[in-house]
């Protein structure tokens, strides 16, 4: 039986979530039961709308959500920026990540709409 092909956009999140973890793991504990967490959260449940978008039938509402969510991880890192426990530097490479996981999601979303 063959294994299915592991879709690009799942790859470049894999890689992205686990440079983002070991960020959020040096966060200052003042912030690890609110800022870290709703990150670390939001991170994995991007993780786990790319794997149920590649198998669900109606991917549509699975994908506008997954835009909508990288949008907010997008501000939640901005925040940590802002609060300066997250470097320009890192902050520029999450962001650089995210834009392109964003359009990896919205030509897949046009391809399904088309």
């Given amino acids: 039986m063959s294994r299915p092909e592991i879709p690009t956009l799942f790859v470049?999140?894999?890689?992205?979530?686990?440079?983002l973890l070991d960020r959020?793991?040096?966060?200052?504990k003042r912030l690890r039961f609110t800022l870290t967490s709703r990150i670390d959260n939001l991170a994995l449940d991007i993780y786990t709308r790319v794997v149920?978008?590649?198998?669900r039938r109606d991917r549509i509402a699975v994908l506008?959500?997954?835009?909508l969510d990288?949008?907010?991880?997008?501000?939640?890192?901005?925040?940590?920026?802002?609060?300066?426990?997250?470097?320009p530097r890192a902050f520029a490479h999450a962001c650089?990540?995210?834009?392109?996981?964003?359009?990896?999601?919205?030509?897949?979303?046009?391809q399904q709409k088309g």
Avoid: S
Avoid at 12 to 19: A, M, P, Q, R
Avoid at 52 to 55: L, P, V
């Fill in 12 to 19: 470049h999140w894999e890689g992205f979530l686990n440079w």
């Fill in 52 to 55: 149920e978008a590649r198998y």
């Fill in 70 to 87: 990288l949008e907010l991880l997008r501000l939640l890192l901005r925040l940590a920026h802002d609060r300066r426990v997250l470097d």
């Fill in 64 to 67: 506008e959500r997954l835009n």
């Fill in 24 to 28: 959020t793991e040096k966060f200052p």
């Fill in 96 to 110: 650089q990540a995210i834009d392109t996981a964003g359009r990896m999601v919205g030509g897949w979303l046009r």
